[in-house]
């Protein structure tokens, strides 16, 4: 779960780095997505070992 959090501040920080309204509201955004990816991805590893 941390490397999803991670991978999603940086690429807020990067965003942020080059888009209007700056840093803070995209780091916030990616951190957002990068926890929203974690738990994509633990419902559908669940939803797998449901069906198996």
């Known amino acids: 779960m941390w490397w999803k959090l991670l991978i999603g501040g940086i690429l807020g920080l990067?965003?942020?780095?080059?888009?209007?309204?700056?840093?803070w509201l995209?780091?916030?955004?990616?951190?957002?997505?990068?926890?929203?990816?974690?738990?994509?991805?633990d419902r559908q590893g669940k939803a797998g070992r449901s069906e198996n």
Do not use: E, M, R
């Open 14 to 23: 990067l965003v942020g780095h080059y888009v209007v309204p700056g840093y």
């Open 26 to 41: 995209w780091v916030i955004i990616g951190l957002v997505l990068g926890y929203l990816a974690d738990v994509w991805t």
